[in-house]
């Protein structure tokens, strides 16, 4: 079978990251054996990125198919496998963040990750279940937690740091006192929420872009249809011979983000990958971005509160439209 070879890119920390990455994260994860055996056919069909997160509940799967396909010799070193995990909400303090990520690298058997990512920039109460946070949010010390995943880079802990979910103001607080800058900033992105002003603030800075919902989470309890049944995606699909998943990744792709694909599906998941020999027209990206109703799929709602940090959506994520 022949492997797919995903290009590479180089972080602000020097160091590589595959420009697709398979996700690790659903609303109900398949049994631990199956899902075993779906990130070792990942690996199988050529996904040497892997997205996890300490909520998502799939480090430890994870990791058991790490050290499988090390063990079976289809990937030689762990240096061959990009791994990147998130500092959950209740962990988003100073003190939490090195136990955290030891906690997640214990679960993923590894001695380091290839990215360690604050998950969002909200802080809740310790020992908090799900996602009820209302009277539950705490002010977050973004420059205490920053300071703290620097310290993680530090140890050699985490080749690289970033951040998931912060808007252009956040980031910019961040700049003000990092030490190390963010590597990564982890945000929902595809052809109908296309995030110019974020992306454009992100290249300035040095900072790469990873796509989360690229095709819009349409079987999510959030997620729209907007791109999946985009008619515009559907007629340049048609013309192109290819999905309209692949016409819709391949608009990240060539926009120069990291996309993170998420299929169980292992035919999926190699259609996923074949969106690197081929491009889109001018034309093709003019009609993608004029064209394509803009709406944010995931409004983050639980995030807000009246006695908590952020008082309304625009707080949240900056404003950034």
Request: glycine share 8%; hydrophobic share 40%.
């Amino acid at each position: 079978m022949s492997i797919v070879v995903v290009p590479e890119v180089v972080l602000n920390s020097g160091m590589r990251m595959p420009l697709i990455g398979m996700g690790g994260g659903a609303a109900s994860l398949p049994p631990p054996d199956v899902l075993t055996s779906i990130f070792f056919d990942a690996i199988e069909v050529g996904y040497r990125h892997f997205d996890t997160a300490a909520n998502y509940g799939s480090e430890e799967v994870l990791g058991r198919a790490v050290a499988k396909a090390l063990d079976q010799g289809l990937v030689k070193s762990r240096s061959d496998i990009f791994i990147t995990t998130k500092l959950w909400c209740t962990d988003a303090h100073p003190d939490l963040v090195l136990p955290a990520l030891k906690k997640s690298l214990q679960k993923l058997g590894l001695e380091y990750v290839d990215l360690y990512l604050i998950h969002w920039p909200v802080r809740v109460k310790e020992g908090i279940e799900g996602f009820d946070f209302k009277g539950q949010m705490l002010p977050f010390d973004m420059k205490g937690t920053w300071e703290a995943m620097e310290e993680c880079s530090k140890l050699g802990l985490a080749k690289s740091i970033g951040v998931s979910n912060f808007g252009t103001k956040k980031l910019s607080q961040l700049l003000m006192h990092a030490k190390i800058p963010p590597a990564v900033n982890q945000v929902e992105m595809n052809v109908g929420w296309q995030q110019e002003k974020l992306r454009a603030f992100c290249r300035k800075k040095g900072i790469h872009v990873t796509a989360w919902s690229p095709l819009g989470a349409n079987g999510a309890s959030w997620g729209s249809l907007v791109v999946m049944e985009s008619p515009v995606l559907r007629e340049i699909s048609i013309a192109k011979g290819k999905t309209v998943a692949q016409v819709a990744l391949r608009w990240i792709h060539e926009q120069g983000a990291i996309v993170i694909v998420k299929s169980f599906n292992k035919e999926r998941m190699k259609e996923n990958l074949q969106i690197l020999d081929w491009g889109l027209s001018q034309e093709d990206l003019d009609k993608i971005k004029l064209q394509i109703p803009q709406k944010r799929g995931f409004p983050g709602d639980f995030f807000i509160s009246k006695d908590g940090p952020y008082k309304s959506l625009d707080e949240l994520w900056d404003e950034d439209h």
